[in-house]
């Protein structure tokens, strides 16, 4: 997935625990805080491994431990620095990434 597919990720367009096939569904939108998009406005279906959809699944539930109101939003958050639960912007993500190469 590229970053900005990453970002736009919203929690209820993650299809899990149906006994069938994990899938993320990327789909097109104008609406996220910091500008990111889909690249060509394309809907797409990705299927991701079991592993994924527990990693997902334990997230979830540690955000929910946080008091955190899900439904319809960003599944990736800030979660230490800034505002709590605000999505990510592609900064702090290059951010991060340059703190695990060093």
């Not at 991701?48 to 929910?64: G, P, Q």
């Not at 955190?68 to 979660?79: G, K, R, S, Y």
Request: aromatic share 10%; glycine share 6%.
């Amino acid at each position: 997935m590229r970053l900005g597919e990453c970002l736009s990720l919203k929690h209820c367009e993650w299809n899990v625990g149906q006994g069938r096939t994990p899938f993320v569904e990327v789909v097109p939108r104008q609406d996220h805080p910091a500008g990111v998009r889909v690249k060509n406005s394309r809907f797409r279906r990705i299927y991701i491994s079991d592993d994924l959809e527990r990693l997902h699944s334990k997230y979830v539930w540690e955000l929910c431990d946080g008091d955190a109101h899900l439904e319809n939003w960003w599944v990736f958050v800030n979660l230490r620095r800034g505002e709590w639960l605000a999505p990510l912007r592609p900064e702090t993500v290059y951010d991060l990434v340059d703190d695990l190469k060093r």
